[in-house]
């Protein structure tokens, strides 16, 4: 498991610049081209059909063209960081992905609407419903974020628990490996009927995601500690309290975060299905209510919302992560 | 150099009395010591050498208190050994920091695990002093080179101000400038403290150019073969004549006729 985290997020790691210091950011004179070509289409070409705010799309591709031109004057002068630099040909990729999409749909009007949603569509729903959507995006995080801590706390404590006493070990392991391996959702019937609100119900269901991997990987790690650490704590004097705090839980961590990010991504997945199902409110509320009103622009911009917010939790975890193991050696940056 | 402050206490005397130990291996005793019989006065540096895999390092963790013998009993300045101490402490082949401590947080591992940091804290300071990592007091354990590891370790042992340093081929993995240069290390603190120190090591050369004494162990089951004086000064060299005998005695004790 841990192999398997490592290769995805390496994947998605951006690789480091290797741009000299003060030479010209080609890609940058490019990429404020492309941005200002991509404005051209949007601002001079008509719409095949009536949308609204096509000039402010227009307009906001003519800033990002703007500040990328002058991001690329500045660079003569002076070096510009080297994750701005990197990230040039993504600009490139972008000006043209978003001139793509909105010459086959509003320009061309090739796709099915309203399945498919013009760019302008969906930054209409961000000028006209951003109220609705920052909410939503507050009442999942106030579901998540307490639900993931709970499962995250309580599987972390199971963990150390099995990984250092065997009592606890023969009557915790064969639960953990009977229930585990079930997907939380599953528990889901039997949830939303023994707990009193949708919200405890979906607290519960959430934590149990986290719980899971948090507990395995703990467990794991704890269980994975050389001996040798043990031996040197006690011949200098150590009680077993110290050598589960000081000595095990540590050399732990790295397990244990491994665990965490994947209850993260579980927590995700519980907390949308369980917006959808119960809870009446949340992103996964918001799509769900969107979709039913064919609003498919709406669902696109939640759809985008979630992958934002989603995405800077795990970076968020990933930040605490490299401060707290900033002792070892080549972590993996997100 | 700096002496550690703290009362510099006398070496401990050890004595192994007549221990015999077995590992069960796939339910099988399998004996690794026989009828061990070993006095070790305070203040002593003594080596063992055997052949590998004889159960030398099986009668450190006896020593140490991290495993109890089969039969027969080790004692500590007269007292029975139950269970591992800070005055005894042991010095691994590998340096076993703990790669999420600096290095002075490892040194400061013993006192911290008895609660005595707050009394004793410049003694983690004057260790590091004494074999030279001040520098990298700071420096997390990927960051140092191997010797310099095995000196934060040595560090860590006398920061608790042992009676008796157990040393397990301690400087088996480093490289051979460095190898010389630890073992006079060694030897300038085991001078400056007066500790006993129990050595097990391959290189017969080390036991000679280090110990006082130094016990040749049979093959497993170990027994003593033999118990050699070596009464040579220090500073001593590798080319002196009388060194060389002893270690042509050795060898061919451990059937290594050269």
């Known amino acids: 498991m841990d192999a398997l985290t490592q290769t995805y997020t390496e994947e998605v790691a951006p690789r480091r610049a290797s741009a000299a210091r003060g030479s010209a950011w080609r890609l940058g004179w490019l990429a404020a081209f492309a941005w200002a070509a991509t404005a051209a289409v949007i601002l001079g070409w008509g719409d095949a059909d009536d949308f609204e705010r096509t000039n402010l799309l227009g307009e906001i591709a003519v800033a990002a063209g703007v500040v990328i031109l002058g991001a690329a004057s500045v660079h003569r002068f002076r070096a510009l960081p080297a994750g701005l630099r990197a990230s040039g040909a993504w600009l490139v990729a972008l000006a043209i992905g978003l001139c793509g999409w909105e010459i086959i749909t509003a320009k061309l009007d090739l796709l099915p ?94 934590a149990l995601a986290t719980f899971f991997p948090v507990a395995v990987l703990t467990w794991s790690g704890v269980a994975a500690v050389s001996s040798a650490f043990y031996d040197v704590a006690r011949t200098m004097g150590a009680k077993p309290w110290f050598l589960v705090r000081k000595v095990a839980v540590p050399a732990a961590m790295p397990s244990v975060f491994v665990g965490l990010f994947m209850g993260l991504g579980a927590s995700f997945s519980v907390l949308v299905v369980a917006e959808m199902l119960g809870v009446k409110a949340g992103l996964g509320w918001y799509m769900q209510w969107a979709q039913g009103w064919a609003a498919y622009g709406n669902m696109y911009a939640a759809l985008l919302v979630m992958a934002l917010m989603c995405s800077a939790l795990i970076t968020l975890l990933f930040r605490i992560r490299d401060r707290l193991l900033s002792w070892q050696k080549g972590v993996v940056r997100w | 150099m700096v002496a550690l402050q703290a009362a510099v206490q006398a070496g401990l005397a050890l004595d192994v009395a007549n221990v015999s130990h077995s590992f069960s291996l796939a339910g099988q005793p399998l004996p690794v010591l026989e009828h061990i019989n070993l006095r070790v006065g305070p203040g002593e540096f003594v080596a063992l050498v055997g052949p590998s895999g004889c159960g030398k390092s099986s009668l450190l963790r006896l020593v140490a208190g991290l495993d109890q013998p ?158 050699l004086t070596v009464e040579l000064p220090y500073p001593r060299h590798r080319d002196d004549p009388a060194l060389t005998g002893l270690r042509r005695e050795i060898l061919a004790l451990l059937g290594l006729e050269s």
């Open chain 2, 70 to 227: 089969t039969t027969g009993a080790v004692l500590a300045d007269g007292q029975t050994i139950t269970g591992p101490d800070p005055s005894r402490v042991l010095m691994f082949q590998d340096p076993t920091l703990y790669p999420w401590r600096t290095v002075r947080a490892n040194a400061a591992l013993g006192l911290e695990a008895r609660g005595e940091l707050r009394r004793y804290g410049h003694r983690v300071d004057e260790a590091l002093q004494l074999v030279g990592l001040t520098a990298f007091a700071g420096a997390y354990p990927h960051q140092i080179s191997g010797g310099m590891a095995q000196r934060a370790s040595l560090a860590r042992a006398l920061v608790n101000d042992p009676g008796l340093l157990i040393l397990d081929e301690p400087l088996g993995k480093l490289d051979s400038l460095t190898r010389l240069q630890m073992q006079s290390e060694l030897l300038r603190i085991w001078r400056d403290r007066g500790f006993t120190a129990l050595l097990v090591t391959h290189d017969v050369e080390e036991a000679l150019l280090l110990a006082g004494r130094v016990i040749v162990f049979s093959e497993r089951p170990a027994r003593i073969r033999a118990d």
């Open chain 1, 113 to 206: 609407r309203p399945f498919f949603a013009a760019p302008q569509a969906i930054l209409e729903v961000f000028t006209d419903d951003w109220a609705r959507l920052g909410e939503s995006v507050l009442r999942s995080l106030w579901l998540l974020i307490p639900s993931y801590l709970i499962g995250a706390g309580l599987g972390f404590l199971v963990g150390v628990a099995i990984g250092w006493s065997r009592l606890a070990g023969y009557w915790m392991h064969p639960v953990l490996r009977l229930l585990g391996p079930v997907p939380a959702v599953a528990w889901i019937p039997v949830a939303f009927f023994v707990f009193p609100t949708s919200r405890s119900a979906s607290t519960f269901l959430i």
